[in-house]
């Protein structure tokens, strides 16, 4: 039986990310764990207990005592934040901006982090975020680093949005996919940074298939060392 990889999946906004970490997720069989949705839940659980997110310290608590959880479900993953399922609540716009304030925090980033490794140190698991190769596990058999330009991204996005009846402006998208980079690349924590040891792939002009082959090949060329 092959061995249980611990897969490590990050890049910025848009690269490709969650659908990549679903996919491979669901071929291998193993958990699929979404960092970001992570820090989604915090902000979530700020919003709702009225916690300032100038409030360091009461965000910390708020991280200290959340309880995440990953279950698979017909529809794909399910995030449950302390028993109840928040997948579409955690989306909004307002937790979207949020987030980043809440993700920048460096005692939140050590709670989360402890929960990451806890659910991840078996094995079994595509983790995708922006520190998963470089801070969580930076041991994991298999690290990969997606990007593609802002434009590709962008357009990516606008399209999700408005095939979903958002209407929005493409400009618009690109220049909030760019600050999202910005915000990523310059916090002072942890840092979307790619790790020497990074496989990087660039998703510009592939499809979901293409990279999704990519990536199964790496791991099993991995499981074949392993
Ligand atoms: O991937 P996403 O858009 O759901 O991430 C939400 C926010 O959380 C985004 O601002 C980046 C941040 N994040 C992070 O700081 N570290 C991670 N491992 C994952 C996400």
């Given at each position: 039986m092959p061995k249980q990889l611990i897969v490590a999946i990050d890049g910025p906004s848009g690269a490709g990310k969650s659908t990549l970490s679903r996919c491979v997720a669901q071929v291998l069989g193993y958990l699929n764990i979404d960092t970001g949705a992570m820090y989604r839940c915090v902000a979530l659980a700020a919003q709702r207990q009225g916690v300032?997110?100038?409030?360091a310290q009461g965000l910390a608590r708020l991280s200290r005592s959340v309880r995440i959880r990953f279950t698979p479900s017909a529809t794909g993953e399910r995030v449950l934040l302390d028993d109840v399922d928040v997948s579409d609540a955690i989306r909004t716009p307002e937790v979207s901006l949020l987030t980043p304030k809440v993700a920048a925090i460096p005692a939140v980033r050590d709670a989360m982090v402890a929960q990451q490794r806890k659910m991840g140190e078996k094995g079994g698991v595509v983790l995708e975020g922006r520190d998963i190769g470089s801070v969580v596990f930076p041991a994991a058999e298999v690290k990969i680093f997606l990007i593609a330009t802002a434009e590709e991204r962008g357009r990516r996005r606008f399209a999700e949005l408005t095939a979903k009846g958002v209407q929005i402006d493409l400009a618009r998208t690109i220049a909030e996919i760019k600050e999202r980079d910005r915000l990523d690349i310059t916090r002072?924590?942890?840092?979307?940074v790619k790790s020497a040891d990074a496989i990087e792939i660039d998703?510009?002009?592939?499809t979901i298939d293409q990279v999704q082959q990519r990536i199964l090949q790496i791991v099993q060329n991995q499981n074949r060392i392993c």
């Open positions: 300032d997110p100038s409030d002072t924590h942890s840092p979307l998703t510009t002009g592939l």
